[in-house]
């Protein structure tokens, strides 16, 4: 299966991941575990042009799992097989192709309502289904119930609420029964 090779190992995503505290910045919580995972993405090209006609082309991708949408930077990319992979995707590359489309318009939309400039989606090329890593780290909280933050394992980005819904989303379908 197609992946992509972590730029992060552990050592640096531990540190990456290290809670600082908000007043005291000294105080600091490591994760209890780190581990590597593979998240399945379709991965598209996408060819957008302003009214200007200026066109640009990106690596825009769909999460297999809760159809999100994401922008990738092609620079930090370096392939590698995986032989297994933990996470399944949950859509076919029909759902995912509707979602980079329905996904892609809003994106350039807001895009547009930001830089003034009019954007449109002139085309896109499928790509491919490929596993992307990320470093997740997990907690245990004072009262004892966990939590977890992600890591990009390419650009070193911590993720947010989006991805965040991703990850229980994996975790739900395959680690709880």
Same mark, same amino acid.
């Given at each position: 299966?197609?992946?992509?090779?972590?730029?992060?190992?552990?050592?640096?995503?531990?540190?990456?991941?290290?809670?600082?505290? +908000? %007043?005291?910045?000294?105080?600091?919580?490591?994760?209890?575990?780190?581990?590597?995972?593979?998240?399945?993405?379709?991965? *598209?090209?996408?060819?957008?042009?302003?009214? +200007?006609?200026?066109?640009?082309?990106?690596?825009?991708?769909?999460?297999?799992?809760?159809?999100? *949408?994401?922008?990738?930077?092609?620079?930090?990319?370096?392939?590698?097989?995986?032989?297994?992979?933990? *996470?399944?995707?949950?859509?076919?590359?029909?759902?995912?192709?509707?979602?980079?489309?329905?996904?892609?318009?809003?994106?350039?939309?807001?895009?547009?309502?930001?830089?003034?400039?009019?954007?449109? =989606?002139?085309?896109?090329?499928?790509?491919?289904?490929?596993?992307?890593?990320?470093?997740?780290?997990?907690?245990?909280?004072?009262?004892?119930?966990?939590?977890?933050?992600?890591?990009?394992?390419?650009?070193? %980005? =911590?993720?947010?609420?989006?991805?965040?819904?991703?990850?229980?989303?994996?975790?739900?379908?395959?680690?709880?029964?």
């Amino acid at each position: 299966m197609k992946s992509y090779k972590p730029k992060i190992d552990e050592q640096e995503a531990k540190e990456l991941l290290t809670l600082r505290g +908000r %007043i005291f910045r000294s105080r600091k919580t490591p994760p209890v575990r780190v581990e590597l995972i593979y998240l399945p993405y379709y991965f *598209f090209r996408i060819k957008v042009k302003n009214k +200007r006609g200026k066109e640009r082309e990106f690596i825009a991708g769909i999460d297999a799992i809760a159809k999100s *949408f994401v922008l990738v930077d092609e620079k930090g990319l370096e392939q590698e097989e995986l032989s297994w992979v933990e *996470f399944q995707p949950a859509i076919s590359e029909g759902e995912a192709r509707n979602a980079l489309l329905k996904e892609a318009r809003w994106f350039l939309y807001e895009k547009s309502l930001m830089s003034r400039d009019r954007y449109q =989606l002139v085309d896109y090329k499928e790509m491919e289904l490929v596993w992307y890593p990320y470093w997740v780290g997990y907690y245990r909280s004072a009262s004892g119930s966990w939590d977890f933050l992600a890591l990009d394992a390419i650009s070193g %980005i =911590l993720q947010g609420g989006k991805a965040r819904r991703i990850f229980i989303l994996a975790f739900s379908q395959v680690r709880v029964k």
